[in-house]
């Protein structure tokens, strides 16, 4: 039997270089204990509440965890309170809160670990460390820039805190210069974590672009507690965080909504099989296969949720031909049949306004290959594979019996109408696919 | 028509059409509540003759403004997360009464948005009042103003967060009273089903305005942060609304999804073209005489345009002009409602469509299938699609007999309440029987071909066939 794909799940696949990342993050857990332990006892004298309650709060607060629709794993609300802990100054009832970094990153380490604990407890799902391991060298670096250096002709930004009581836009904006180079530096860290083969620089962009706004939430989150502290005491955390809280929520809704839009295209898919214009099972498995095959082109995330819709509808134009295909099988199709299959496929999915990358993708799946190689026509790579994908399904029907002779048939056709990288990223997939047990 | 109300619910007028007449019953409620906002205004000023400090009213009717006009030019309406409700919670804590009276008029009376001038003097008037009248609750409940006294956490609490959620809620009542008013004299629309569905949509953003005006206001002032506070909490609100906004649109695009694979799929089979669509618009009909939830009106759509997914597929060859179901095509009819659902299993779908999928043919009478349910056992989102299903089927002009005019139609419909219909559905079907055939005539307008010959198992007749045999048609 054949593996299902799960419509909705492109799920980033193993990560391959998150050791350096939890070894910087261990080097620094490590370098804060050993030079804050000879300052525990005045802190802790000090401020030694306030810090507990940073750390449960932090803890908590990794419990919220989220993934974004890019596919990027955060954690705000823990990673705002760290940030609001590093820039804390002064606190309602305390006076001024002169923790050195050490003790941030002391108390984040233990309040992030804690809660990682917890969530891996709670979903019963480990978690992975070395995105933990990135937040808190995030964090070190605020704490660092913000109390250690003296950034200001020998003074800290945090000495210079009380100077700048009466115009404090001064001092947030020097905290928003600081919470940007924390973000940049977690931002390279995760983007190395998740990073597979593809190249480190097109997906630390994408990383950017995806997660950018939401980091600019974070650190403003992180500077609004930090300032709450001063009027509002230990209930600033709480109280700055729910806005955060909000967008969580309503990412969570997002990413509902679009789920299930997906799986409705993935069961309508169907409707040209069960109409018996195609196989049982065709779209799936053409839909799965593409996946696999895109993910090995190292296709964007991105790219690959709309390689997925389109090649679960790249049927539906059938239902417009006036005879159906013997057997649905394109592949056996007249190429005018199969541009026309493909344009009025495009065409429906563009009724729904909203789709036009996938029809994108739909209209030019049929072009053969020759045409971009003479005549240097653009056909996006995702209907490419689509086309070998789906004449792979129809040669195989599914049955890896028949895997040789499709390839070999495939092979005919190799760079006339097939595109041969993309082929042989297929025979890479499907070798692959048969050499494990089902 | 939810989403209508949704968008509309902190203002009116932002997307249809206006009386223009200069004096009319829109005018005339405009001016009642521009005289009510007067006369508290003159009481107030009487009693406490202080005006607020334009530091700091001046750059919150500057905010105000840019949120009203982010909302409107830049989200379209198309959001309910609502900057300028979040300004005017702040400068209730900030400025007082007075000065949030201000920045609410300022809001919609500023906004450099071209509006029909009706509108901009209703919403003017309007948030002025809400500003008003929630700086009254909040000093009220023990609210202090923030511009004149200092307090510490406790206070900060006590005398402005709690007093300032407090007055959220009464300016989103006020709000919703307003809106409502205005909405039943210009549309007619009941008052109490706009309050209804208005309070079950958006009462729990408000609760949101309070907390978050608060964190503004505590920023501005006690944290002495001033304008500068806006940079700190404006990139999670925008955020938040841009992805409620994001979330929006996604369904959008869920619902015309279905609607362009399923008309896509029928257009092959002349009698089902076009169908799907046409029952949906005239069980969304039935749905608002019937006063459904947004999230049952939802349901209901889902499920009217999917209702027939398990008909798809090929049809036994009949003959034009038969009336006499084939056992194979008998078979077929009943088992299409478990096809369908078998079909749409692996969608986390609200789970009232499914069940209204598996028994739009269940008969009031009880002798429907799949599960011979009979009455209040029957999904009431089946019942309306079984309703409207049947009136769909009977106004299609087909060519084996001459179409059926709206008031026959209606008459046999009528006469099947009871039997195979649900009376109230029955009764809704026929009050709003002129909204139901100006939709479905829109739609058999733009379907090519909707002549038809063969049988649709849709027909009464063939309800009664199925559930009597056909010795019963004789």
Request: aromatic fraction near 4%.
């Amino acid at each position: 039997m054949s593996i299902r794909p799960i419509p909705g799940t492109v799920d980033r696949a193993t990560v391959t270089m998150p050791r350096a990342v939890l070894g910087l993050g261990l080097a620094v857990i490590v370098v804060g204990v050993i030079t804050a332990a000879p300052h525990a006892h005045s802190v802790l004298d000090h401020a030694g509440g306030a810090m507990l309650v940073f750390l449960i709060t932090m803890a908590a607060g990794s419990l919220l965890q989220v993934r974004l629709p890019s596919g990027e794993l955060i954690s705000p609300v823990a990673q705002a309170i760290a940030i609001g802990m590093a820039f804390g100054s002064q606190m309602a009832g305390v006076g001024s809160l002169s923790y050195r970094s050490e003790g941030v990153i002391v108390a984040s380490a233990a309040g992030l670990i804690v809660g990682t604990l917890l969530l891996t407890a709670w979903t019963r799902r480990s978690q992975p460390s070395a995105l933990v391991a990135a937040r808190l060298v995030s964090v070190a670096v605020a704490a660092v820039l913000y109390r250690t250096v003296p950034i200001f002709h020998g003074s800290t930004a945090l000495e210079r805190y009380p100077e700048w009581s009466s115009s404090r836009w001064r001092m947030t904006l020097v905290m928003f210069a600081i919470g940007l180079v924390a973000a940049a530096v977690e931002l390279v860290l995760a983007t190395a974590v998740t990073t597979r083969e593809r190249s480190f620089k097109q997906a630390l962009i994408e990383g950017g672009v995806a997660a950018g706004p939401v980091s600019l939430a974070v650190v403003s989150t992180g500077i609004a507690i930090a300032l709450g502290l001063a009027p509002l005491g230990l209930l600033s955390i709480v109280l700055m965080v729910c806005p955060l809280v909000l967008l969580r929520f309503t990412i969570l809704q997002e990413a509902s909504v679009r789920l299930t839009r997906r799986q409705t295209i993935a069961a309508l898919s169907r409707l040209t099989e069960v109409a018996g214009y195609t196989p049982p099972g065709h779209s799936h498995r053409v839909a799965m296969l593409s996946v696999r095959v895109g993910r090995s082109l190292r296709l964007p995330e991105r790219d690959l949720v709309v390689l997925e819709d389109a090649a679960l509808l790249h049927d539906i134009g059938q239902v417009y031909l006036s005879e159906p295909i013997p057997g649905g099988a394109t592949v056996e199709a007249a190429p005018r049949d199969q541009d026309s299959i493909a344009s009025e496929g495009a065409d429906i999915v563009r009724r729904t306004k909203a789709l036009d990358d996938v029809a994108a993708v739909m209209e030019a799946q049929a072009t053969q290959f020759r045409l971009v190689r003479e005549h240097g026509d653009q056909v996006p790579l995702a209907s490419r594979i689509i086309k070998v994908c789906n004449a792979y399904d129809d040669l195989t029907r599914g049955d890896s019996a028949r895997r040789s002779e499709a390839i070999e048939r495939l092979y005919l056709g190799l760079g006339y109408e097939y595109d041969p990288e993309v082929l042989e990223a297929l025979v890479g997939v499907v070798e692959g696919i048969s050499g494990r047990p089902d | 028509m939810p989403d209508e109300l949704q968008r509309r619910h902190t203002s009116w007028g932002d997307r249809f059409g206006h009386p223009t007449r200069f004096f009319d019953g829109a005018w005339a409620y405009v001016v009642t509540l521009a005289v009510a906002l007067g006369a508290l205004l003159a009481a107030l000023l009487l009693q406490d003759p202080r005006l607020p400090s334009w530091q700091i009213v001046g750059p919150l009717a500057v905010l105000a403004v840019l949120g009203e006009w982010n909302r409107l030019v830049v989200r379209h309406g198309s959001t309910n997360v609502s900057l300028t409700s979040v300004m005017l919670a702040a400068s209730v804590a900030l400025a007082g009464p007075l000065g949030a009276a201000i920045v609410g008029a300022a809001a919609h009376g500023l906004v450099p948005v071209r509006r029909a001038p009706v509108a901009r003097a209703f919403n003017t008037v309007m948030t002025g009042l809400l500003g008003l009248a929630g700086g009254l609750v909040y000093v009220g409940c023990g609210g202090r103003v923030l511009a004149h006294h200092q307090l510490d956490e406790l206070g900060l609490f006590l005398h402005c967060l709690l007093p300032l959620v407090v007055s959220t809620v009464a300016i989103f009542l006020l709000n919703v009273l307003c809106v409502g008013g205005m909405l039943s004299i210009t549309t007619g629309a009941s008052l109490g089903q706009s309050l209804r569905s208005m309070i079950s949509l958006v009462w729990l953003s408000y609760l949101w305005y309070g907390l978050v005006g608060f964190l503004f206001a505590v920023l501005w002032g006690p944290a002495r942060l001033g304008v500068v506070s806006v940079l700190v909490m404006v990139a999670p609100l925008l955020l938040a609304q841009s992805s409620l906004a994001q979330r929006n649109a996604e369904r959008e695009v869920h619902q015309r999804t279905i609607e362009s694979l399923i008309a896509a799929v029928e257009a092959r089979d002349p009698i089902m073209h076009g169908h799907s669509a046409r029952v949906a618009a005239a069980a969304g009909v039935i749905g608002d005489e019937l006063r459904l939830s947004p999230r049952r009106a939802e349901a209901l759509q889902f499920a009217a345009l999917l209702h027939d997914i398990g008909l798809v597929g090929p049809r036994p060859r009949s003959a034009a002009g038969q009336h006499h179901l084939s056992t194979a095509e008998r078979q077929r009819i009943r088992q299409h409602p478990d096809r369908g659902v078998e079909m749409l299993r692996e969608i986390d779908f609200l789970a009232e469509s499914v069940a209204a999928i598996r028994h739009h043919h269940e008969r009031w009478d009880g002798h429907g299938f799949p599960s011979g349910l009979a009455g209040d056992e029957i999904p009431l989102l089946a019942r309306i699609i079984a309703v409207a299903d049947a009136y769909c089927a009977l106004i299609t002009p087909r060519l084996d007999r001459d179409t059926m005019s709206q008031q026959a139609t209606l008459t046999a419909i009528r006469a099947r309440a009871g039997g195979q219909f649900d009376p109230a559905c029955v009764d809704a079907l026929v009050a709003g029987q002129q909204r139901v055939q100006r939709v479905t005539q829109d739609l058999l307008g733009t379907a090519d071909a909707p002549i038809v010959a063969g049988l649709d198992h849709d027909l009464p007749e063939i309800s009664d066939q199925m559930a009597f045999g056909s010795a019963a048609r004789a």
